[in-house]
């Protein structure tokens, strides 16, 4: 059966849709508008028990019900601190469905034997998975968060074969770390640097690739925080770091300093500001050390690393006062990323938080998470991902897939096609089990809107838009199996399911 059409043929049911995706569009146009009005302050006297559904959509991937359970029975701290300490949180199930994905775990040297593209696939459908089943959902999305801070295309030269490394041992192990120790070991990743072409950066012909993104992509944040003179210094700093050639024999394809091609001069950097490093000739690989512990002390970036966490677990834009909490947290700990998220989760932030534009990876993940939903991998996912622009570890330029409304919003129907597809089990390998998602039961279209409020709205799905779903469900009376899939669909279509 082609799978590009939708099954049902009924005129009125494509009618009802249609009528509904007109009031969906109005409504979502409203959204818009309000969204970009500035919040006041938050309000001093917040009950952080009315805030547990909107804590779980930032944490985690997407609303589920036994989220909430959890977070109704332990509150919204002590949810907060589970979430920041995955190590604790038992998550064997997931761990048992990448068991099919063995080069996750293989030594590096054995993985350059691999067909880079099926290596790169499997990396690529780990994140589904784990986004989709991990317990470990903070965690999952603080790596999702420093994958695009230090962003690399795996399509560049021998990126192909590095970035799953990199994946694995530098982004996973200290993504609710320490800053500064994620920092290090990305400057040391031999899938950095190929990516930024430090590898073949020479005292000779110095590249500042690397050295002009570590500043103003991973620290510093904008240009005005250093100068050109400093690029040129800090590239001298750097020459000299690489890795070993890659072969499929112990030893390949990790961190190797050349003494040969390092520029062993005098350097300066930050020149005349409180921040001024002098770096003595001779200091061979330590020059590029002494740079990162001064970009990591810099007051700079304790600013840029407050401001992308807060923008990625409250709102764009974040409000100075949010910056500064963070930015003083960062200084007070050291770059500690657990401590800077519970200064950013604090429920007078959150509370006064619009809500936030689902990219597509949490849009479609966030369909998955809400209605059981079985797959053997995320092949499927991957390819829809693909389709929509943001397939993991493929963004070519270094500053990594934005953040915005503004970059996203401008390509719904495909969010529409996933949401109705999906619940549909048009998908091959993606199956979502919408008739016990109701309960087994056919009733009326008041309980079944009421259902599809708590159960993937959390509760809070909009009057208006309540009322569209209920009025769906009027136009035959009691729904079967295959018009509830149809609800399912256009309740991911909803404005409101667009945001968390």
């Known amino acids: 059966m082609d799978k590009s059409t939708h099954p049902h043929a009924k005129p009125v049911r494509r009618h009802s849709r249609r009528a509904l995706f007109t009031g969906l569009a109005a409504i979502s146009a409203l959204r818009t508008a309000a969204t970009a009005v500035e919040p006041s302050d938050a309000p001093g006297d917040i009950d952080p028990s009315g805030l547990l559904v909107k804590l779980i959509r930032r944490l985690t ?38 068991a099919s994905m063995p080069t996750l775990t293989m030594p590096a040297f054995q993985l350059f034997a691999i067909n880079p593209i099926a290596l790169n696939g499997v990396v690529q459908e780990a994140a589904i998975v784990r986004a989709i089943y991990s317990k470990r959902q903070l965690y999952e999305r603080m790596v999702e968060l420093w994958c695009d801070h230090f962003s690399i295309d795996w399509h560049k030269g021998s990126c192909d074969y590095l970035k799953p490394i990199d994946d694995r041992e530098v982004i996973r192990p200290n993504a609710l770390g320490n800053f500064g120790t994620l920092l290090r070991a990305s400057a040391h990743s031999p899938a950095m640097l190929e990516f930024l072409d430090n590898a073949y950066s020479t005292a ?85 050390d002494r740079v990162l512990t001064a970009l990591i002390n810099h007051p700079a970036t304790a600013r840029f690393v407050a401001r992308k966490i807060a923008s990625w677990l409250i709102r764009e834009n974040p409000p100075a ?140 799905l909009p009057p208006h838009e309540k009322n569209l779903l209920r009025e769906f469900c009027h136009y035959d009376g009691n729904l079967d199996v295959t018009q509830m899939k149809d609800l399912v669909g256009l309740a991911f279509a909803t404005p409101t399911f667009q945001w968390y």
């Open 61 to 98: 991937y997407g609303f589920s019900t036994a989220e909430l359970t959890h977070a109704n029975a332990v509150g919204y701290q002590n949810y907060l601190e589970y979430q920041l300490n995955p190590q604790l949180i038992n998550d064997d199930a997931c761990t048992a469905r990448l």
């Open 204 to 288: 000779s012909a110095p590249n500042e690739n690397y050295a002009r993104e570590l500043m103003e992509l991973y620290t510093l944040g904008t240009p005005g925080n250093f100068t050109e003179q400093d690029v040129r210094e800090v590239a001298r700093c750097f020459t000299g770091w690489g890795y070993t050639p890659i072969t499929p024999l112990p030893g390949a394809g990790v961190f190797r300093f050349d003494p040969t091609k390092h520029d062993n001069g005098p350097k300066v950097i930050f020149a005349n500001t409180p921040q001024q490093v002098n770096i003595a000739p001779g200091g061979m690989e330590a020059d590029g």
């Open 321 to 460: 006062r949010l910056v500064d909490a963070v930015a003083a947290t960062y200084i007070a700990t050291n770059g500690d990323i657990k401590s800077m998220v519970r200064a950013a989760m604090q429920p007078a932030f959150l509370a006064a938080a619009p809500p936030k534009y689902k990219r597509p990876f949490q849009f479609i993940v966030s369909c998955v998470r809400a209605v059981p939903t079985e797959m053997p991998d995320g092949f499927d996912i991957r390819q829809v991902l693909m389709q929509v622009g943001q397939s993991a570890f493929e963004r070519p330029t270094p500053d990594g897939y934005p953040d915005s409304a503004a970059a996203w919003m401008g390509n719904i129907l495909p969010r529409w096609n996933f949401g109705f597809l999906t619940a549909a089990n048009w998908m091959s390998a993606v199956t979502m089990d919408v008739f016990s998602f109701f309960g087994n039961r056919q009733s009326t279209p008041d309980i079944l809107a009421e259902l599809v409020d708590q159960g993937i709205f959390g509760g809070e």
